[in-house]
């Protein structure tokens, strides 16, 4: 099963509010599929949104297929994350991580690999993509704290200039460089294989016991809502259809289109941060 998958061109259904979500979510515990969309309010930008960047991140096929590729993989991931990593929890994050806390919410499936989530509280979280913050040796399987991997670039690296345009920071962390800045390439401490951090690129398959503990929260959940994703990823659609399939209510919030808006039982053309922090306390509400 490939990672991408075509856009359909749907138009969002309109009319619904937030009151309309809560009404379908009312009585019932809902797991929560986020995307890209939920982390552009801490600063970190949409792969598809409005003056997100042109080109696709690296994919899996490139990063293995040479230690150039590698090395320019790791000069604008090292970059990037000097910004990357003190991005903070927005107010979608926090009211999820609310909702979750309050009895209201299973759990959160998320594509990102920013780790906003964990930051916000959300203590039931399943890393679809995994997390930016670590790091493996594809030879041997050791793996790293991102932090560590940093502190050996930058003592192999001294002197190496440090500034990242506040436009060019990708989803992943990534940035945009020159091709010929001189630069050591981190490697494995014990065999010195190549390194990559422990999530998905593209064109690499999510694990299969990753989907399934996804599965399984949505099997434990009552409705599904899915913030700030166009479900581009089929790994994210699948879980709609399963939703779907079972008659769930699927609530979808996001900006523009998104290939579950002919299924979806109500649908929120808007931002995640107001339209969760809305979500939740109407659904208090509506308890109280």
Same mark, same amino acid.
């Given at each position: 099963?490939?990672?991408?998958?075509?856009? $359909?061109?749907?138009?969002?259904? #309109?009319?619904?509010?937030?009151?309309?979500?809560?009404?379908?979510? @009312?009585?019932?515990?809902?797991?929560?599929? !986020?995307?890209?969309?939920?982390?552009?309010?801490?600063?970190?930008?949409?792969?598809?949104?409005?003056?997100?960047?042109? $080109?696709?991140?690296?994919?899996?096929?490139?990063?293995? *297929?040479?230690?150039?590729?590698? =090395?320019?993989?790791?000069?604008?991931?090292?970059?990037?994350?000097?910004?990357?990593?003190?991005?903070?929890?927005?107010?979608?994050?926090?009211?999820?991580?609310?909702?979750?806390? +309050?009895?209201?919410? *299973?759990?959160?499936? !998320?594509?990102?690999?920013?780790?906003? %989530?964990?930051?916000?509280?959300?203590?039931?979280?399943?890393?679809? %993509?995994?997390?930016? /913050?670590?790091?493996?040796?594809?030879?041997?399987?050791? *793996?790293?704290? =991102?932090?560590?991997?940093?502190?050996?670039?930058?003592?192999?690296n001294r002197g190496f200039t440090e500034v990242v345009s506040e436009d060019?920071?990708?989803?992943?962390?990534?940035?945009?460089?020159?091709?010929?800045? @001189?630069?050591?390439?981190?490697?494995?401490?014990?065999?010195?294989?190549?390194?990559?951090p422990e999530v998905v690129f593209f064109g690499e398959f999510v694990p299969?016991?990753?989907?399934?503990?996804?599965?399984?929260?949505?099997?434990?959940?009552?409705?599904?809502?899915?913030?700030?994703? *166009?479900?581009?990823? $089929?790994?994210?659609?699948?879980?709609? !259809?399963?939703?779907?399939?079972?008659?769930?209510?699927?609530?979808?919030?996001?900006?523009?289109? #998104?290939?579950?808006?002919?299924?979806? #039982?109500?649908?929120? +053309?808007?931002?995640?941060s107001e339209s969760l922090r809305g979500l939740r306390l109407a659904v208090? /509400?509506?308890?109280?």
């Amino acid at each position: 099963m490939s990672l991408l998958a075509p856009v $359909n061109s749907l138009v969002p259904a #309109t009319g619904h509010t937030i009151e309309d979500a809560a009404s379908v979510l @009312e009585g019932r515990r809902m797991c929560v599929l !986020t995307g890209a969309g939920i982390s552009t309010d801490s600063g970190i930008p949409d792969y598809r949104g409005e003056g997100a960047p042109k $080109n696709h991140p690296m994919s899996f096929t490139e990063f293995v *297929s040479s230690p150039e590729r590698q =090395r320019r993989y790791w000069i604008g991931a090292h970059l990037g994350w000097q910004r990357f990593h003190r991005a903070a929890p927005n107010d979608g994050h926090l009211a999820v991580a609310e909702m979750e806390a +309050e009895g209201r919410a *299973s759990g959160v499936i !998320t594509q990102n690999v920013d780790g906003l %989530h964990h930051d916000a509280g959300s203590r039931r979280v399943v890393d679809l %993509h995994g997390r930016l /913050d670590r790091v493996r040796c594809l030879a041997c399987g050791q *793996s790293y704290a =991102r932090s560590a991997v940093e502190r050996q670039i930058a003592e192999q690296n001294r002197g190496f200039t440090e500034v990242v345009s506040e436009d060019s920071v990708r989803p992943d962390g990534d940035v945009e460089v020159p091709a010929d800045i @001189e630069f050591v390439t981190p490697r494995c401490d014990l065999c010195q294989g190549a390194l990559k951090p422990e999530v998905v690129f593209f064109g690499e398959f999510v694990p299969g016991s990753v989907f399934a503990h996804a599965r399984a929260l949505l099997d434990q959940s009552d409705a599904l809502v899915v913030a700030g994703s *166009s479900l581009v990823v $089929n790994t994210g659609m699948r879980l709609v !259809t399963l939703a779907n399939k079972r008659r769930l209510p699927i609530v979808v919030i996001n900006r523009g289109p #998104t290939r579950a808006d002919q299924v979806a #039982t109500v649908r929120i +053309e808007g931002g995640t941060s107001e339209s969760l922090r809305g979500l939740r306390l109407a659904v208090r /509400d509506l308890i109280a």
